[in-house]
């Protein structure tokens, strides 16, 4: 089957106004343009980059939801109360309580929104720090990402929503009275101006600007970085050239497992740890609960002193990760036949892989981890040959603070006061993760406050 390509409109479609123009398309922007076409608006999309998808094509693990219909279906019992309690836990506390609430709600109405679209995620799988399989994913086990923004851009392109790529905002326009009511856009043409009754900023985060990072964290100035190479910060300085406040911006979260070997940095997934993956040193023994918070796992992987860690996992567990497929395509994974010749290969000490394995293997079968606790992600051991390794370090891979809005996605200035006409949503706000982002939350926001950020432009739009 040949891969599905979206034709982005050519420059000189592009009209002089409409009622939502929307920065940046990647999960978020895609679905806020989507929602705000359905409610009868007139919306284009500027994306500044050649492909579509930012970030959000990079997502692998899947879309955190409680109480939804896929969970009920695989006969999962949650609720939104444990959601909530779970991630404010895993934020320090820290999320803003009325768009944590708001989200919450909104999840599992955003799965079956996206079914709607043909956007299908029936599968399910778990990520650190939460207590029931709330990470909805495809049937196929495929990465999220691709599959989301795929969906996304095939229900963009059947309802003939306008998105222009390589043209990039450089000016948010304001009135007299400072209402956002255009912006100022660099295409392959030069500039030009477009007036618009709201505009969305959906541009993700800064996790990619060295001199951001250096700003808020020098500290993490020479952490290598999962993000696209386009994920800037772009919104943020749109965004405080008009007096927009920023908040929580040191909040920025390091993943335990990136691929960082190489040239390029790969995100290996949480999903891998999901279905059952360990994490060893080079004695060969597990030295950290593998699905506690992102946060404690890369701390754990950091203080071995050690130049990083190795998940292990064996044939069984590859099965359920299909994202291990494209690992291995591209040379990220060892394999042995044995334990002991997959120690070899990497440098950890072969009797204590086996004896880490072999504790482990026994430990799932009585349902308890008595080296650390782990209560999730222990549906398979690590039994079936061949086995697999994968060399990762902590990378930055998520800015959790950003643009101040409320619930309601509307931007706030320094005082305090909206901004009126301007609305973000998506990695580019701050607020709802606190100080730790739960993995599954982050594709979950997209939709849920991309949706919004489309309602609310509209309900201003109307009047209302």
């Known amino acids: 089957m040949a891969k599905y390509e979206f034709k982005p409109s050519p420059i000189d479609l592009v009209n002089p106004s409409y ?27 500027f994306e500044k980059n050649a492909a579509l998808g930012g970030n959000t094509s990079k997502a692998s693990s899947g879309m955190n939801a409680a109480e939804s219909l896929v969970q009920y279906d695989h006969g999962i019992i949650d609720n939104k109360a444990d959601f909530y309690k779970e991630t404010l836990k895993g ?4 999320n803003d309580p009325e768009m944590l609430s708001y989200f919450v709600d909104h999840a599992a109405l955003a799965i079956d929104w996206l079914k709607e679209h043909d956007v299908e995620l029936s599968d399910l799988t778990i990520t650190g720090g939460m207590s029931k399989k709330r990470a909805h994913r495809p049937a196929s086990m495929a990465p999220v990402g691709g599959f989301l923004v795929t969906g996304l851009l095939k229900a963009i392109e059947k309802a003939r929503i306008s998105v222009f790529n390589q043209t990039k905002v450089v000016k948010l326009l304001q009135d007299e009275t400072g209402k956002v009511n255009g912006v100022v856009i660099l295409g392959p043409d030069g500039h030009r101006t477009v007036k618009a009754k709201t505009v969305i900023l959906a541009t993700g985060g800064f996790g990619a600007s060295k001199s951001i990072i250096k700003k808020y964290r020098p500290d993490l100035a020479d952490y290598k970085t999962t993000n696209q190479a386009g994920a800037t910060g772009d919104g943020l300085l749109l965004a ?30 949480e999903a891998v740890r999901g279905e059952g993956a360990i994490l060893v040193n080079q004695a060969g023994k597990r030295f950290v609960n593998e699905l506690a918070t992102r946060k404690i796992v890369s701390a754990a992987i950091t203080g071995l002193n050690e130049d990083g860690a190795y998940l292990i996992f064996d044939q069984g567990i590859r099965d359920h990760v299909k994202a291990v497929e494209f690992y291995d395509h591209i040379g990220l994974v060892e394999h ?76 706030l200035d320094t005082n305090g006061n909206v901004i009126k006409g301007l609305y973000a949503a998506g990695e580019v706000s701050g607020g709802l993760h606190g100080n730790n982002r739960i993995g599954g939350n982050s594709i979950a926001e997209t939709v849920v406050f991309g949706r919004q950020a489309g309602i609310q432009a509209v309900k201003y739009v109307r009047g209302k």
């Open 240 to 269: 405080e050239d008009i007096d927009a406040q920023l908040i929580q911006m040191d909040f920025i979260q390091v993943h335990p497992t990136a691929q960082t070997d190489g040239d390029r940095t790969f995100l290996i997934g």
């Open 91 to 94: 934020g320090g506390f820290l």
């Open 336 to 411: 042995g036949d044995s334990l002991a010749e997959l120690a070899d290969k990497i440098g950890v000490d072969a009797s204590g892989l086996e004896a880490t394995v072999a504790k482990w293997n026994s430990d799932l079968a009585t349902g308890d981890d008595t080296a650390f606790g782990r209560t999730t992600g222990m549906d398979r051991g690590v039994e079936v040959g061949p086995f697999f390794a994968i060399h990762v370090h902590p990378a930055i891979h998520y800015t959790m603070g950003g643009i101040h809005i409320d619930a309601e996605t509307e931007v």
């Open 19 to 45: 009622d939502v123009i929307v920065i940046g398309a990647g999960g978020t922007g895609l679905s806020a343009a989507l929602q705000a076409h359905e409610l009868d608006a007139s919306v284009a999309v």
